[in-house]
């Protein structure tokens, strides 16, 4: 007869049970020369910036799975609420997770206090969730939005740090986009120049940088209006086939040629739409 | 000064024999049985999560006392352990509804909510003696 033991009700969240083995496996995996499976990432250049009546969001469209290509066109600018969207960089699942929490407790919050949720509201929330779990959730977010105050612009660190800015660019192609800021910032443009500048930075992270690549993605923000523009630009189109590799009818000589006729019926005829955003 | 003295530490215990199932070694979940294996923990964040909730309540209570006063964390505790005991047995799954509504976790999400769902949990205590443990008689 086997001992009954007592079992500790389960709490929810993470559970750490499979850590050892896993520190394990992966001795083991490294002895014999594999290695383990790698995160999806997104290396990634997103940047941010503010200009006379709201700011702009931009990012690239390319997520990595190690030196692989995972996702040519994945979506990187989250949604907050109706006037705060944010951008993640680091690994995809943890931004796309975080950035789903905050947005489900900030409308949490909204609905209780009854009003418009603001920039800093978000920001501390990511800040409080992300210093909890010490850097471990690889989520790099530049985070920003319209409220009654103006508009607000945030980077925020894995680690849970955050910095107020008018301009900020995150990821592996942040040097890149950073460099043309630098050079072309000026405060209170207008809004053609804010996007303008916004998809020369995107773009010279895209040019430069392994980690970022595909469509340039934008977010408009201003007081009332938010503008998704989903791509916005094609920075890395496919290229056109120039020549045609097929034969010319009659190249092979035929020798014999039978016709079968197969007696179908259409039965049902669906359409379905393919998802090509 | 040892840790245990400084005021409102929440005690550290080691992480004990890994028994699994018929009280025996669980080896594929928590690797060889070795002194260090028993002492630190899996990740580095299991400590700081196991002790998380406990830890806020310390702080959040005694900040409560040196502003408003010790009545108003006494009251707060009285009515946590009233909540708390409106509860289903314990082999069973309770709702916690007065329990959430008082610590505020009706109004927000986090990852106890979605990650690793209790309901869904594989385990299950034998109803008797889970009784007998909780009830003292064990």
Request: glycine residues 8%.
């Amino acid at each position: 007869m086997a001992t009954l033991s007592v079992c500790q009700t389960q709490l929810g969240g993470f559970s750490f049970e499979n850590c050892k083995r896993n520190a394990v496996l992966e001795t083991e995996v490294t002895k014999v020369g594999c290695r383990m499976p790698a995160a999806r990432k997104t290396g990634t250049t997103i940047v941010g910036v503010v200009f006379k009546d709201g700011l702009v969001l931009g990012a690239d469209t390319r997520a990595t799975e190690g030196m692989i290509v995972a996702d040519k066109n994945c979506s990187k600018i989250h949604y907050i609420s109706p006037n705060i969207y944010c951008c993640g960089a680091g690994t995809a699942a943890d931004t796309e997770m975080t950035t789903q929490i905050i947005s489900s407790n900030l409308e949490l919050h909204s609905l209780s206090t009854g009003r418009l949720p603001r920039v800093a509201t978000a920001n501390r929330m990511l800040k409080q969730m992300l210093f909890r779990y010490q850097g471990h959730i690889g989520a790099a977010l530049v985070l920003g939005g319209m409220d009654c105050n103006g508009p607000h612009l945030y980077s925020i660190y894995p680690h849970g740090s955050t910095d107020k800015l008018p301009y900020v660019t995150m990821g592996s192609g942040s040097l890149a986009a950073m460099a043309v800021f630098e050079d072309r910032y000026k405060q209170d443009m207008e809004e053609e120049d804010a996007k303008r500048l916004v998809r020369d930075a995107i773009a010279a992270g895209i040019f430069n940088d392994l980690g970022s690549g595909s469509n340039i993605d934008l977010c408009v923000i201003t007081k009332g209006r938010v503008d998704y523009l989903r791509p916005h630009d094609m920075a890395n189109k496919k290229g056109v086939r120039t020549g045609s590799y097929k034969y010319k009818r009659g190249t092979t000589g035929v020798l014999t040629k039978t016709v079968t006729k197969l007696d179908l019926e259409v039965v049902e005829e669906t359409i379905q739409t393919m998802d090509t955003s | 000064m040892p840790l245990s003295q400084l005021k409102d530490s929440v005690p550290v215990t080691g992480m004990g024999p890994q028994v699994g199932a018929y009280g025996v070694q669980d080896t594929l979940r928590s690797g060889f049985s070795s002194v260090k294996n028993e002492l630190l923990p899996s990740h580095v964040l299991e400590l700081s999560e196991k002790n998380f909730q406990l830890n806020q309540d310390k702080m959040n209570f005694s900040t409560l006392r040196n502003i408003q006063g010790l009545h108003a964390p006494l009251k707060l505790q009285m009515e946590y352990r009233a909540a708390r005991q409106i509860q289903r047995l314990p082999f069973l799954q309770s709702s916690h509804l007065a329990l959430d509504t008082l610590k505020g976790n009706d109004e927000s999400i986090s990852f106890e909510d979605i990650l690793n769902d209790p309901a869904q949990s594989e385990m299950m205590g034998e109803p008797h003696i889970m009784v007998e443990y909780k009830l003292g008689m064990m």
